[in-house]
């Protein structure tokens, strides 16, 4: 006879067995938010997503058609934890064109960037260990550094990126595990760090021999400008980079991949074997022939056109429906601003509000490692909404922000 766990032999209490740091895991906001924006009524500025209607869907069906058809055996087949090679090489060129000199073995295939972040964490946290950020930074990180009981210190950003000169107070009390940086199009903020404060950064790295985390999932969709030489170029030594697919070409296919110096890519293989083994082989193969056919440069050209209209969509709404006392950054490229209201709002409390009008953004509380900044801002997506929805729902949420300081 088969006794199950709410059967009359009693109710199993998980807790008393879970590990310490599940004390620490908490929902990502945006998850949750997500459940509600994918309402077809809602217009939703909460989530980092690329526009689904952009998707190459088309020449993504002719390369699983040709996988099938020719390397059946390799595509649906187990494969090295390091990646598909082709890709690794196809990255490995394309990187050398904004001076990232590194071979191919020195690139990890991840699932997604996120997976990259969990592994960092892995190798490189032990609970209490301090980590340098930005304020805000990244929510994903935090979730994932969370999870391994970091202690987080942080830097004030600017409309130049991380405040670089706020470092060395924090580095003469401390010795952090590694300096955590999103350089281009920043998510939440939208700001992009100076090549000044770039250099800045590394001398300070070297002068306290401390590792760099550079992510940049956005740094090829820039709008506006020339490209500013990656941290991982001026201090190859001593950066890991990560890079994804997810917002060039489709984050359902779950590619992203980390750079580093051989004996950090020989550990971050060995804790991604004890997560998953490997990348799925078939999406790697697919982001390759994707690539190698010349395809992905021709969409991210595409893409970069849309998403600058919509972002200048969304910043002329700005001007014309939000209070006085409002400000936003204007992101040179990316999917994100940050905007801030009157301070007499808090945006988390005003969320209720806001979904009432049918519209969603994310608290900036929630880029703020120990929740204690951001009530008077929010990130605001550009990419995901058409320009006819981004007037609509900026106009809705710059009406219910007047009426709200009506009432305070």
């Not at 706020?166 to 199009?185: A, C, S």
């Not at 250099?199 to 760099?212: N, P, S, T, Y």
């Not at 550079?214 to 500013?228: H, K, N, S, T, V």
Request: hydrophobic letters at 40%; one cysteine or more; aromatic letters at 10%.
């Amino acid at each position: 006879m088969t006794v199950y766990a709410n059967s009359s032999e009693g109710t199993v209490h998980w807790e008393r067995f879970l590990a310490e740091r599940t004390k620490h895991m908490q929902s990502s906001a945006i998850r949750e938010l997500l459940k509600v924006t994918q309402l077809p009524d809602v217009i939703s500025f909460a989530g980092g997503m690329p526009a689904p209607e952009l998707f190459p869907v088309r020449e993504i069906e002719e390369a699983c058609g040709y996988l099938l058809r020719e390397e059946p055996m390799t595509a649906l087949q187990y494969s090295t934890t390091e990646g598909y090679r082709p890709l690794r090489e196809f990255l490995a060129e394309s990187m050398a064109k904004y001076g990232i000199q590194h071979s191919p073995d020195n690139i990890l295939i991840t699932t997604g960037s996120q997976q990259a972040l969990d592994l960092i964490g892995k190798m490189f946290i032990d609970p209490g260990a301090p980590v340098i950020t930005e304020r805000p930074t990244y929510l994903g990180a935090i979730q994932a550094w969370r999870a391994y009981q970091a202690r987080f210190l942080t830097a004030l950003l600017d409309d130049s990126g991380m405040i670089v000169d706020e470092l060395p107070t924090m580095l003469n009390k401390e010795t952090p595990r590694f300096i955590y940086v999103l350089p281009n199009f920043h998510n939440p903020a939208g700001t992009t760090l100076t090549e000044e404060r770039r250099h800045r950064l590394v001398e300070l790295a070297r002068q306290h021999d401390l590792i760099i985390v550079e992510d940049d999932p956005y740094g090829a969709l820039r709008f506006d400008g020339e490209d500013i030489i990656p941290i991982a170029a001026l201090a190859p030594e001593r950066t890991i980079y990560l890079g994804t697919f997810s917002k060039t070409l489709a984050p359902g296919l779950r590619i992203g991949w980390i750079v580093a110096p051989a004996e950090i890519i020989h550990r971050l293989v060995q804790a991604k074997q004890g997560a998953d083994l490997h990348s799925s082989t078939f999406d790697q193969m697919i982001a390759n022939d994707i690539a190698q056919r010349g395809i992905l440069k021709v969409h991210v050209r595409k893409i970069r056109a849309v998403y600058n209209e919509r972002r200048n969509v969304m910043l002329d709404a700005l001007e014309e429906f939000w209070p006085e006392g409002s400000s936003w950054t204007r992101p040179a490229g990316g999917l994100f601003l940050w905007a801030r209201v009157p301070k007499a709002i808090n945006t988390f409390d005003f969320m209720r509000t806001a979904l009432a009008k049918k519209v969603a953004y994310v608290p900036g509380n929630n880029f703020y490692p120990e929740n204690d900044g951001g009530f008077d801002a929010m990130r605001l997506n550009f990419s995901n909404a058409k320009p006819e929805k981004i007037v609509e729902g900026i106009r809705r949420l710059g009406e219910a922000l007047k009426e709200e300081l009506i009432q305070l």
